[in-house]
């Protein structure tokens, strides 16, 4: 995904995302808390409350919640906006009981931190700052003006300046820490959700490529013998209609088209392999597979051993799986996009793992984010001179996030490092000085059981109804 597309995303990942119904039944929760803390207020600890005036500004937010659950559906999300302007009523709602039952003097005035967290986990943040910004102006208000609650003596119940203030504060540093904390939490959870619906699209965008190629190769291997009967039967009709030049035209047009579908055929697909063949492949042929779309980029690719050497020696025979490649490839690109002149790729088989290694000659991984490769939406400070040469890069988090995933998901470890000092800044072309991503998988992850020749043609599969 472009370093553009994925800001877009996470620049709008928030609208639309919080359900009506969800609102309606947290306020309904607080409107009874509410209620019954002004009855129980009154009639079992004896104070002096406006009984009157309370349930007016309940009313109006029981109201409120009637007005949005008969004029808008259950399925009804908010936008961004329309979430704002609700927090904002809760707000001036819960104030203004406050105002009416005492103030900061009212344990209660610790709520005002519930409308803050839903801010800092449903919006973006200057929408929390003007939530928090407004919540932290009337804690400041009911603070200086209220009307005071009082016992059945009528003495008001007041707390000395020294704790009301200290109350005012930690008000305050709640609504500030609680806010960026679940901010930040929520941050993480979204971008996290995000980076791992992208590498579920990469994933199955792979998998639909290699189940096309499938599908193209199993059809050209299949119709070559039909092809080859049609062109033989219309050559050999074609000589005996010699005599008959309209017909023999005809029957040379019948070979000309059978030539046609099979060039056709042949362009879309490999003859002779299918599906069955495709599964399983020699590691070298897999990592091929994978470079391919990066090797006429400017940039020596070296694998090591030699792919020619292939054939002699094709062990070991590996799982062709779409995550597998997809993953190998986004390592290769992000090694060719930042290498100077040449990448290598290593690939070792033991008795117990299969281990592969890709390394560059660039400058290798920024020391203050090595411990953090792997992460979605990891932004990166690049010199000036880098982000000019390459500008596309806004940050290398979603790609590496993406082939992190998908090779652990086929049961590899990475592991992240730099093959040059860490005190050296400069790049040596030509020699293993820059970024080295190993991946290694047990063997039995990556190898089939079964190491001998690989299947024939299956049987076709019926598209499901």
């Keep these: 995904m472009p370093a553009r597309q994925a ?32 009855v129980a207020a009154e009639r079992y600890f004896g104070l002096q409350v406006r009984l009157g005036l309370g349930f007016v500004v309940i009313g109006t937010a029981i109201i409120a919640n009637l007005i949005a659950l008969f004029v808008y559906p259950e ?130 965008r792979e998998q ?29 009709l074609a000589e005996d209609l010699a005599d008959r030049p309209g017909l023999r ?24 392999k299918d599906d069955l063949h495709l599964q399983r492949t020699p590691l070298c042929a897999l990592l091929q597979e994978a470079a391919q779309p990066h090797v006429d980029r400017g940039i020596r690719v070296i694998f090591s051993p030699d792919p020619e050497s292939c054939g002699l020696n094709p062990r070991p025979i590996v799982w062709r799986r779409p995550e597998i490649i997809h993953g190998l490839r986004n390592l290769i690109q992000n090694a060719v996009d930042f290498a100077e002149s040449t990448i290598w790729v290593d690939s070792s088989c033991t008795d117990s793992h299969v281990s592969v290694r890709i390394i560059d000659d660039g400058q290798g991984f920024s020391q203050h984010v090595i411990g953090r490769i792997g992460d979605p939406f990891l932004s990166v400070n690049s010199p000036a001179a880098e982000r000019d040469r390459r500008p596309e890069y806004q940050g290398m988090g979603l790609g590496l996030f993406i082939a992190k995933t998908l090779l652990e998901r086929s ?21 293993r000085c820059g970024a080295i991503v190993e991946v290694t998988w047990p063997i039995a992850a990556i190898c089939p059981e079964d190491d001998g020749p690989a299947p024939g043609l299956g049987e076709n599969a019926p598209f499901p109804a």
């Excluded at 049961?411 to 020699?431: R, T, V």
């Design 7 to 38: 800001g877009l995303l996470n620049e709008h990942r928030r609208n639309d995302w919080v359900r009506l119904r969800t609102l309606i039944m947290l306020r309904w929760i607080a409107i009874a808390g509410q209620l019954a803390a002004l």
């Design 75 to 204: 399925n009804k999300r908010l936008s961004e906006r329309e979430v704002l302007l609700m927090l904002l009523f809760d707000l001036a709602q819960l104030a203004a009981l406050l105002f009416l039952t005492g103030g900061l003097h009212n344990p209660f005035a610790l709520m005002i931190l519930v409308p803050v967290t839903i801010a800092a986990t449903t919006l973006r943040t200057p929408a929390v700052i003007l939530v928090s910004a407004v919540a932290i102006v009337l804690v400041t208000v009911i603070a200086l003006f209220f009307i005071p609650l009082r016992d059945r003596a009528g003495q008001a119940l007041i707390m000395p300046d020294l704790f009301l203030f200290g109350f005012w504060a930690a008000i305050v540093i709640g609504i500030v820490f609680l806010g960026a904390y679940a901010r930040r939490v929520a941050g993480e959870v979204d971008s996290m959700s995000q980076a791992l619906l992208a590498a579920q699209m990469a994933l199955a």
């Design 208 to 236: 639909k490529i290699a189940d096309l190629a499938g599908v193209v190769a199993a059809t050209a291997h299949e119709l070559g013998t039909p092809l080859a009967t049609i062109k033989l039967a219309s050559s050999e």
């Design 249 to 272: 035209d005809d029957a040379l047009l019948i070979r000309e088209q059978a030539d046609r579908c099979r060039d056709i055929l042949h362009s879309m697909g490999r003859a002779g």
């Design 411 to 431: 049961g590899a470890e990475l592991s992240f490092a730099n093959a040059h000092d860490a005190f050296s800044l400069q790049p040596e072309p030509g020699k």
